[in-house]
T-cell receptor, first 110, second 115 residues
C-alpha cells in the first residue's frame, strides 16, 4: 500500500515568515501534485512535479521533488494572510489513483 | 483548463431519505471519475472510482449498496447516498481524469447535512 506522510498537519505563523511543508513516502511516485483548498471548495491544483530533483517555482512558492521521487516539499517565502488554507500533496499511485497526504492547515496571521 | 461541476453545492435532508449528487465534466470527456469524502480540516478520502459504462470500484470499507455510483455518460457521474444518516454528513468531492496521465480535475464539492 502506498502512503504519503505529510507534515506538519497544522501551522500557524505570522505574516512575513517562511515555512516548509513536507511529504514523504517509502514508495516511488510517477508524479506528485500539490493542491490548495479553501473551506467549502474543491482542491485547486498548484503544481505537478514529474522528474526526480525537479524544482518548480510559483511566485513565492517553491516545490521540489526528491531525487528518488519518494518525497516532495513546498516552501513558502514571506507568507501572507492570503496563503491561508489547506495544502494537500498527492502522489500518482501505481493504480492510477491519487494518494493524498494528510494535509497541512496553514494559518497566516496579519 | 478543464472544468468540473457538482450539483447541488449544498443539500440538507432528513434521516432515511436518499440524496443524489451529480458530477459533470463541462468541456472534456471523462471515462474515469473519482468520488471522495472529506471531513473538516482533514484530507480527501477516496470512496470509489467511477468508470463510464461499467461498475464502479469501491475502496475498502465503503458500502457499495449505500453509496450508489452511476457513470452513464462520458460527462456525468452520479453518487446517490441511500437511506442517509447523520453520520453521512460530510463534504463530497468528485474529480475527473483528464488527458494527461494521472491528472485529475476536481469539482467544487457538495456539502451534505443529514438531520
Amino acid at each position: 500500500t502506498q502512503l504519503l506522510e505529510q507534515s506538519p498537519q497544522f501551522l500557524s505563523i505570522q505574516e512575513g515568515e517562511n515555512l516548509t511543508v513536507y511529504c514523504n513516502s517509502s514508495s516511488v511516485f510517477s508524479s506528485l501534485q500539490w493542491y490548495r483548498q479553501e473551506p467549502g471548495e474543491g482542491p485547486v491544483l498548484l503544481v505537478t512535479v514529474v522528474t526526480g530533483g525537479e524544482v518548480k517555482k510559483l511566485k513565492r512558492l517553491t516545490f521540489q521533488f526528491g531525487d528518488a521521487r519518494k518525497d516532495s516539499s513546498l516552501h513558502i517565502t514571506a507568507a501572507q494572510p492570503g496563503d491561508t488554507g489547506l495544502y494537500l500533496c498527492a502522489g500518482a499511485g501505481n493504480t492510477g489513483k491519487l494518494i493524498f497526504g494528510q494535509g497541512t492547515t496553514l494559518q497566516v496571521k496579519p | 483548463g478543464a472544468v468540473v461541476s457538482q450539483h447541488p453545492s449544498r443539500v440538507i435532508c432528513k434521516s432515511g431519505t436518499s440524496v443524489k449528487i451529480e458530477c459533470r465534466s463541462l468541456d472534456f470527456q471523462a471515462t474515469t471519475m473519482f468520488w471522495y469524502r472529506q471531513f473538516p480540516k482533514q484530507s480527501l478520502m477516496l470512496m470509489a472510482t467511477s468508470n463510464e459504462g461499467s461498475k464502479a470500484t469501491y475502496e475498502q470499507g465503503v458500502e457499495k449498496d449505500k453509496f450508489l455510483i452511476n457513470h452513464a455518460s462520458l460527462t456525468l457521474s452520479t453518487l446517490t447516498v441511500t437511506s442517509a444518516h447523520p453520520e453521512d454528513s460530510s463534504f463530497y468531492i468528485c474529480s475527473a481524469l483528464g488527458g494527461s496521465p494521472n491528472e485529475q480535475f476536481f469539482g467544487p464539492g457538495t456539502r451534505l447535512t443529514v438531520l
